[in-house]
């Protein structure tokens, strides 16, 4: 089945050391997305990714990049995770930027930041 | 500006009980798109439903059905004789035309009891 796989499901890293999780989608869509979703929250879009071109929401840290090698993957780099950075990350997938367009969710990357 | 209010935190019902989760939008767009998800304790988001701005039919998908009234700018969620596997956090979410960018409300959590 056509999915959006997210690897590790869960993740614990140290405070100050570098941390990447990683999305990969079958569906072969052009739109790729992150999230950062906390404790009884909404997700929050941190940027998105249409096909190379990257686009930044204006209130994401810098401490929060991401990297799309090819159509399949994309990565999430925090450079310099905080206690505040524990949550939960959604990658998400589109067809393409039309609002019409549903978004396919992976089931997450729960960060632990000790 | 867009914005999407869940003013339910958390409902709990008992096992086949009817409920209705609300969602009460604001948007200048003319076509716009509405959707719910469902978020199990697992983690991943689940796509329910899209509605287009021309379309207020409602809709019926086995025990889910869903309200789109555009004089009201509202769009709910109703469960008819609930299980305990709809325990989940509900979303309901606004993009416009131009770009897939989500506008999460806050979510509303469902907990049926058995």
């Known amino acids: 089945d056509a999915m959006v796989i997210q690897n590790p499901r869960y993740q614990v890293t140290q405070f100050g050391k570098p941390v990447t999780l990683s999305c990969s989608q079958t569906?072969?869509?052009?739109?790729m997305y992150w999230y950062q979703q906390k404790s009884s929250q909404a997700p929050k879009l941190l940027f998105h990714?249409?096909?190379?071109?990257?686009?930044n929401e204006a209130d994401t840290p810098d401490n929060f990049q991401s990297r799309r090698p090819n159509t399949s993957f994309c990565f999430l780099d925090i450079r310099s995770p905080g206690l505040g950075d524990a949550a939960m990350y959604l990658c998400?997938?589109?067809?393409?930027?039309?609002?019409?367009?549903?978004?396919?969710f992976g089931p997450g990357t729960r960060l632990t930041v000790t | 500006a867009q914005k999407v209010t869940q003013a339910q935190t958390e409902i709990s019902v008992v096992e086949k009980e009817d409920v209705t989760l609300d969602c009460v939008y604001e948007?200048?767009?003319?076509?716009?798109?509405l959707f719910w998800y469902k978020q199990p304790p697992s983690g991943e988001l689940v796509f329910l439903i899209r509605?287009?701005?021309?379309?207020?039919q409602n809709e019926i998908s086995g025990r889910y059905s869903w309200n789109f009234q555009k004089s009201t700018s509202s769009f709910n969620f109703t469960i008819t004789a609930s299980q305990v596997v709809d325990s989940a956090v509900y979303f309901c979410?606004?993009?416009?035309?131009?770009?897939?960018?989500?506008?999460f409300g806050s979510g509303t959590k469902l907990n049926v009891k058995p």
């Open positions: 998400a997938t589109s067809r393409d930027l039309q609002g019409s367009n549903e978004q396919y």
């Open positions: 569906l072969n869509h052009n739109v």
């Open positions: 990714y249409y096909d190379k071109d990257f686009n």
């Open positions: 948007t200048r767009d003319t076509t716009y798109y």
């Open positions: 509605r287009n701005s021309f379309d207020e």
């Open positions: 979410a606004l993009s416009g035309d131009n770009f897939n960018k989500f506008y």
